[in-house]
C-alpha cells in the first residue's frame, strides 16, 4: 500500500511537473511575440518616419544644395546603421512562423513582415534616389558657378 501510494504521488507530480513545463513554455512563446510586437511596431514607426523625411521634396530647389548633400549623407548613414537591426526583426518574425510560435497570429505576423519589408525597400529606393538627385544639383550648382 505504501508503495502504491508513492508510485501515485510521484505520477501526480509527474503529470503536474509536465503540466508546469508546458505552461512555461507557452508563457515563453507569449513573451517572445510580444517581444516581436514591440520591436516590430518601433521598426515601423521609423520606417514611416524615415520615409517621411526621403520623401521630402526640398532637394529639388537648388538653395543649400551641399548642406542638403551633407544631411542625405548623415541620412544614408543612419539607414546603414539600422539596417542589422530591421534585419534582425524579420529574422526573428520569420523564425517565429517557421518554428509556429506565433500563439495563432501566423497571419497577421506574415502580413506584417511583408509590410516592413516593402515599406523598407522603399526607403532605400528613395534615399537612393534622393542621393542621385542631390549629388546631379551638386554638380549643376558647380557647373553655374564654373560659368
Known sequence: NV??????????????????????????????MEEFSRDIDEIEAWVTEKLDVAADPSHLELTNVTTKHNKQQAFEAELAANADRIQAVLSVGGALVDNDRCIGQEDAVKGRLVTITDQYSELIQKSTEKTKKLKEANRQRLWNTAV
Do not use: N, P, S
Open 3 to 32: 508503495a502504491q501510494k508513492r508510485d501515485e504521488t510521484l505520477a501526480r507530480w509527474e503529470d503536474l511537473k509536465d503540466g508546469l513545463i508546458k505552461k512555461r513554455a507557452e508563457l515563453g512563446e507569449t513573451q517572445t
